[in-house]
């Protein structure tokens, strides 16, 4: 069967505003994100055409002690268009599976696609704190300008991350100024994000505080 891959109208994040690069009121777009009916799921082959769309792409940047976990992307990668860059971000397109309800209560749904997503790929054995920090928007290429990344921030408590997919290769921790030095090997949303590793951390938002202003704000 043709993949399918989770979607919004561009016009959802015209209609708030529109931006290049990180943006860090996450509150203002993710109402307008997870409304019962706004995200849906299309075909990849169609969606990596058609920039009247946004893919939904949750990017987890997995942290340690000030220590950040990246790896290259192998031969092996879903996005061949990334091959060979490195990258601070885990995750990827968000499909549909079975236990998946059409978006009763999106939100709690879309966090367990991202929990299912990154153990796709690593491996994490120890315990972490979860925040979404920032919104992810590049449409100075091909690739960016049918993707739209949610940032995550993951708080881990001990460095305990192996990989599970083969496209993940030369994976370590490493700080802000040896990423800075290899600034030139990452893909562009790292490189974006690397710009603002520290005002993530002053930007953690708890998932359970989003989910409640998320209700909140369906409520009314």
Not at 72 to 96: C, F, W
Request: hydrophobic share 35%; aromatic share 8%.
């Amino acid at each position: 069967m043709e993949e399918q891959v989770l979607v919004i109208e561009r016009s959802v994040i015209e209609s708030v505003g529109t931006f290049h690069g990180l943006v860090f009121d996450v509150d203002r777009y993710l109402r307008e994100i997870f409304i019962q009916g706004t995200p849906r799921f299309i075909s990849r082959a169609q969606a990596e055409k058609d920039p009247s769309h946004k893919q939904i792409i949750p990017y987890v940047i997995m942290t340690y002690q000030d220590t950040y976990l990246n790896y290259v992307r192998g031969r092996r990668a879903g996005e061949t268009r990334l091959v060979g860059n490195r990258s601070i971000g885990i995750g990827g397109h968000i499909n549909p599976v079975d236990d998946m309800p059409l978006f009763a209560d999106f939100f709690d749904t879309y966090i367990s696609a991202v929990k299912r997503e990154v153990d796709e790929e690593v491996s994490l054995e120890t315990t972490y704190t979860d925040s979404i920090v920032a919104l992810l928007n590049d449409d100075s290429n091909e690739v960016g300008s049918v993707h739209l990344g949610i940032v995550h921030y993951w708080n881990l408590d001990a460095p305990n991350v192996t990989k599970r997919e083969q496209m993940i290769t030369q994976m370590s921790f490493m700080t802000p100024a040896d990423l800075e030095n290899i600034r030139d090997s990452l893909e562009t949303w790292s490189q974006l994000c690397l710009n603002h590793l520290e005002e993530m951390s002053r930007h953690q938002k708890s998932i359970s505080t989003i989910n409640e202003m998320l209700k909140n704000s369906q409520q009314k």
